[in-house]
């Protein structure tokens, strides 16, 4: 009897149609479409967890949309969570479409996840590595997707375990060096013929075979587990339907469920398997995520490539070159029809001399990288993100079950128009609009949930408070996130209330709470605040630590910014910033005595984030603060006149003054002779001079503008000792590289020339290339207009001739 009779014997009444495929598979996808379209048969079971069965009619639903998933996750522990990602040209998702297509039953019949999860949690629980059913039923979606050793959940990231490669081994034998070349040429490229569709299962089922007997269950024998429990599925729907049931299962399987066992060995082996209480439901999946070979991927290497195998009606080579050249000529690259003909034909002739029935993926990249994207790289890494991969995003009915904060969170989305998307965008909201105000707070409190839907970043053309620039983007473990957010509460806001205020009670050091203060405030948290701002006053209280204190200031006084544009009440923020700064105010001069570089260092960062946080503070309206700012200079002339201070932080207390117009320029030059004299070590004074004009162009700019801090500079510079010029030479690289090249250029001018020769770097007569003697008043008049028009000047002054003519009238 031939493979093809005993196939069509077995469709006929000699036992089960078990249909062995290769996941997500276009070829296996559409050779099980042709298999149930010629076996017609009465009942249809397929390789998943039995607790979707009651979700099977979604996939029917017109708003399901591949590429999907089944998620489980225990309902005591939401984050322990595994999930069966199907796509458009996964086998399964065909049966499954097939039969609710055609009123015929399907159902689940692997492991159930009951058992998934409490196996791996108690695995994990013992600190056991690998050998999990978790594990085990990942190892062909981590390896190559192949035909086995199962379609089991995508878990989340844990150990790979070793384990033989069904595919490998086969192309191997027929003296391939790649499996998806081999694969490819074997079934991707092989139509299905007609009275032709039962064949393949047969050939992959006598290869499989063949492999069992070898390798046995291949390295996992928690795959015998799974096995035995489908066994026993199976006799319940032969008992029912008798021989008129199809299987479709991975082909590694296959020998299992043909192969005859007693009912009692397959119950010994399911005998005491843990369980837990799941949920199970549908979510959104990506073509990305199917893409990755380790945590929730399923290990294809390009699912957007196997998608366009799948639903391609013809001739498919020419209409993915269409594809490729639509997406480079979006970018603006000249491709022309030309081009694509040419790529056709070298794809073709690269098949041809590398003795291929068809050009697979290699032969139409290679064709693409010569001809459209001519040798580079480049372009060509954009059509494997773009097409190869691509970015397609899944969807699913709002009817499919979900937690209560998932419907909440879609009810947002579609009230606020902020719909998932798997490709990454930025979005600039307006916080004075009330449209982007709440989309604003909604990512803020998925933010503060551990929803990472959308990242803040760094806005274009606007440094304003009411401005913010997100970058968003949908991934599949985000369900697993928010399900996970669930235990706070059942809307986007009672959770992040709840969360808030447990993290406030859990926090370990002030800076947490403050920046958690700030939080509650960009999300726009009015019940957590109250917590929150308690326990911030009262570790604030207790905290000594100086470098903690100011530390935590700088977040604190930024929140009191958003107060402004999002009406929120800061006055209790406001308290707390004030008794937090004076605080620091009081400890500041003795922690920063007697401390070595690194410290010496660390303070000044601090002085300088808490001197910003001032200014802010100080220019609040609110009764009471106006003194901080003086309070705070006070500190800073303290801090310049103690010599047991360090260098770096007496010269950035100098400079602050300086900058604040608390200290004049005369007096700013006498303290920097008095540290550059002679009498003081070198590597202190280098300390102070980088403390005083480092931190980037504005020092050098003092430098620039002002010529006897730098002739002062110069002097001590060229009277350092040869033996202490080594020691001080890393310090002044490091301040004077931080400058901008220009700033550099015209100090080294100004040097070069030698004091005296002019009043500054913009006097006149400073011999300077590029300054003459005097001014030019012509040039000076030439930028007159430009500078009106930026302030509005012209305008101001039309409507004030405007109502001077109407006052006429």
Do not use: N
Request: glycine share 12%.
């Amino acid at each position: 009897m031939t493979g093809l009779e005993e196939a069509v014997s077995r469709a006929a009444g000699a036992g089960p149609l078990l249909l062995g495929v290769r996941h997500h598979g276009p070829g296996s996808a559409r050779a099980v479409r042709a298999a149930l379209e010629e076996a017609r048969p009465r009942v249809v079971l397929i390789e998943g967890p039995p607790e979707a069965d009651a979700l099977i009619p979604l996939a029917a639903d017109e708003e399901m949309r591949p590429p999907v998933a089944l998620l489980a996750h225990a309902v005591d522990e939401p984050g322990r969570s595994a999930f069966w990602p199907l796509a458009e040209f996964s086998p399964e998702w065909v049966a499954l479409r097939w039969a609710l297509e055609h009123d015929v039953p399907a159902r689940f019949i692997d492991l159930p996840a009951t058992h998934t999860l409490a196996w791996g949690r108690q695995e994990d629980e013992a600190g056991v590595e690998g050998d999990s059913p978790l594990d085990a039923e990942t190892a062909d979606s981590e390896g190559d997707s192949g035909p086995g050793p199962g379609h089991g959940p995508e878990p989340g990231p844990g150990p790979a375990d070793v384990r033989i490669d069904p595919l490998g081994v086969l192309a191997e034998t027929a003296g391939y060096d790649d499996p998806e070349r081999w694969w490819e040429d074997v079934v991707e490229h092989r139509g299905v013929g007609k009275g032709d569709a039962l064949a393949p299962f047969t050939v992959l089922e006598e290869a499989m075979g063949a492999l069992r007997e070898t390798y046995g269950s291949g390295g996992h024998d928690r795959d015998l587990v799974r096995e035995a429990y489908m066994r026993l599925q199976l006799r319940v729907a032969q008992r029912e339907f008798e021989d008129g049931v199809a299987v479709v299962c991975g082909a590694w399987h296959v020998p299992a469920l043909r192969r005859k066992t007693t009912v009692t060995a397959d119950k010994a082996l399911l005998k005491g398997l843990p369980k837990v209480k799941t949920d199970m439901t549908w979510v959104p999946w990506t073509h990305r995520r199917l893409s990755r070979v380790s945590g929730y991927g399923a290990g294809i290497d390009s699912p957007g490539w196997y998608g366009h195998l799948f639903s391609a009606p013809d001739r498919p080579v020419e209409r993915w070159m269409t594809k490729v050249a639509g997406l480079l000529r979006a970018e603006d690259r000249l491709v022309s029809s030309a081009h694509v003909i040419e790529a056709v034909r070298l794809a073709e002739t690269l098949a041809a001399m590398r003795g291929r029935p068809l050009p697979g993926l290699s032969e139409t990249t290679d064709a693409v990288r010569a001809v459209m994207c001519e040798g580079s790289d480049v372009p060509l890494a954009l059509v494997r993100d773009r097409l190869v991969v691509g970015d397609v995003l899944g969807e699913v009915p709002p009817t499919a079950p979900a937690v209560p904060l998932q419907r909440d969170l879609a009810r947002l989305q579609r009230r606020l128009r902020l719909k998932p998307e798997a490709l990454e965008r930025e979005l600039e909201l307006d916080l004075r609009k009330e449209t982007d105000a709440a989309r604003s707070r909604l990512l803020h409190r998925l933010r503060l949930l551990g929803v990472a839907w959308g990242e803040p970043a760094a806005s274009r053309g606007s440094t304003g408070t009411f401005r913010e620039t997100w970058r968003l983007r949908w991934e599949p473990e985000l369900s697993v996130r928010v399900a996970e957010a669930g235990v706070w509460g059942t809307t986007v806001l009672s959770a992040a209330t709840a969360k808030a205020e447990a993290d406030a009670v859990t926090a370990q050091g002030l800076a947490e709470v403050t920046a958690l203060a700030e939080r509650c405030l960009l999300a726009e948290l009015p019940d957590a605040l109250p917590t929150v701002m308690r326990i911030l006053a009262d570790r604030a209280a207790l905290d000594a630590d100086v470098g903690r204190l100011a530390e935590a200031l700088p977040a604190l006084v930024r929140s009191l910014r958003y107060g402004d544009v999002r009406g929120t009440d800061t006055g209790a923020l406001g308290e707390v910033a004030a008794g937090l700064a004076e605080r620091v105010f009081v400890g500041l001069p003795p922690a920063c005595a007697a401390l070595d570089a690194d410290g010496a260092e660390e303070m000044r960062r601090h002085v300088d984030a808490v001197h910003g946080a001032v200014g802010l503070l100080g220019d609040a309206p609110a009764a009471g603060r106006g003194r901080l700012r003086a309070r705070w200079q006070s500190v800073l002339r303290v801090l310049c006149g103690r010599d047991t201070v360090p260098g770096v932080i007496r010269g950035r207390a100098v400079r602050l003054l300086l900058d604040d117009g608390e200290l004049a320029q005369d007096e700013a030059a006498r303290l920097m002779g008095l540290v550059l004299s002679p009498g003081t070590p070198p590597p202190d004074a280098a300390a102070w001079i980088e403390g005083f004009v480092g931190g980037g162009s504005g020092g050098g700019m003092l430098l620039v503008h002002d010529e006897r801090l730098l002739g002062l500079v110069d002097a001590w510079l060229t009277g350092v000792p040869p033996e202490a010029f080594t020691d001080v030479l890393p310090l002044l690289r490091r301040t004077f590289s931080a400058y901008e090249p220009g700033v550099r250029r015209t100090l080294g001018e100004l040097v070069r020339r030698g004091p005296g020769a002019g009043s500054g770097a913009t006097g006149a007569g400073s011999g300077i290339p590029g300054f003459a003697a005097e001014l030019d008043p012509v040039r000076a008049d030439a930028v007159l207009p430009v500078l009106r028009l930026l302030l509005g000047l012209d305008e101001v002054a039309g409507h004030i001739g405007d109502e001077l003519v109407g006052v006429g009238g």
